[in-house]
Nanobody, 124 residues
Framework: VQLQASGGGLVQAGGSLRLSCAAS????????MAWFRQAPGKDREFAAS????????YYADSVKGRFTISRDNAKNTVFLQMNSLKPEDTAVYYC??????????????????WGQGTLVTVSS
C-alpha cells in the first residue's frame, strides 16, 4: 500500500501549485482522503479533506478560499490546487487516507495511510 505525493516546489508569493497523490496497492475509492502539512518546528496540521465521492470537502480556515481538494477515483488520485500562496504556506505536504469515516476528518490519528510528503516553499 503506497501513497505517492508529488508536485511540490518553489514558488513566489501569490503563485499557484497543484499537488497530486497517487495511491497504489489497494483501492482507495471508498476512503476519505486528506492533505496535511508540517512546517519546520511545528506539528503536522490539517489542510483539506474530501469524502469518497468528492461530494463533501473540508478546509482549514487558513487555506479556505485559496486551496481546492479534488479526486479522480478512476485514477486513484487526489489533488490539491493551491492558489494565492503565502510564505506561511511553506511546509511539507502529506496526503493521507482513512477508511474509518466516523473519526474526525481533521485529526492525524484518524488516518491509516500516509504518503512520503512533498515540499512546498513559498518565497516572499
Amino acid at each position: 500500500v503506497q501513497l505517492q505525493a508529488s508536485g511540490g516546489g518553489l514558488v513566489q508569493a501569490g503563485g499557484s501549485l497543484r499537488l497530486s497523490c497517487a495511491a497504489s496497492g489497494r483501492t482507495f475509492s471508498s476512503d476519505s482522503m486528506a492533505w496535511f502539512r508540517q512546517a519546520p518546528g511545528k506539528d503536522r496540521e490539517f489542510a483539506a479533506s474530501i469524502n469518497w465521492s468528492g461530494s463533501n470537502t473540508y478546509y482549514a480556515d487558513s487555506v479556505k478560499g485559496r486551496f481546492t481538494i479534488s479526486r479522480d477515483n478512476a485514477k486513484n488520485t487526489v489533488f490539491l490546487q493551491m492558489n494565492s500562496l503565502k510564505p506561511e504556506d511553506t511546509a511539507v505536504y502529506y496526503c493521507a487516507s482513512r477508511s474509518r469515516v466516523f473519526l474526525s476528518y481533521d485529526q492525524v490519528r484518524s488516518y491509516d495511510y500516509w504518503g512520503q510528503g512533498t515540499l512546498v516553499t513559498v518565497s516572499s
